[in-house]
C-alpha cells in the first residue's frame, strides 16, 4: 500500500449496501452518494468510483453474455430422438 495509490477493501455490510444502491439506479445522485458516503463512512470520491467500476463490471458482463448467446446462436442444435409414440396422428 503506497502513500498515492492503494485499493480500498469494502466491508460486506458496505458491499451490500452499495449493491443494493446500484440496483435501484444505476447512476447515484449527489444528494444520495452525500448520504450513502456518510452512512457506510466512505468518501464521495469512494462512492463515485465504486459506481464507475460497478458500471464497467455489469458492461463486461453484459458482453460476455452476448457473445455466449452468440457462440450458442451458431452451434448447432443436436436433437434426441424421443421414444414417445405418436401413434395414428398425422402431422401436415
Known sequence: RTKDKYRIVYTDHQR?????EFHYSRYITIRRKVELASSLNLSERQIKIWFQ????????????????????????????????????????
Do not use: C, F, W
Not at 16 to 20: A, D, G, I, P, T
Not at 57 to 85: F, G
Open 16 to 20: 451490500l449496501e452499495l449493491e443494493k
Open 53 to 92: 467500476n460497478r458500471r464497467a463490471k455489469d458492461r463486461r458482463q453484459a458482453k460476455k453474455r452476448e457473445e455466449l448467446m452468440l457462440k450458442n446462436k451458431d452451434t448447432p442444435v443436436v436433437y434426441q430422438q424421443s421414444n414417445l409414440s405418436l401413434g395414428n396422428l398425422s402431422i401436415y
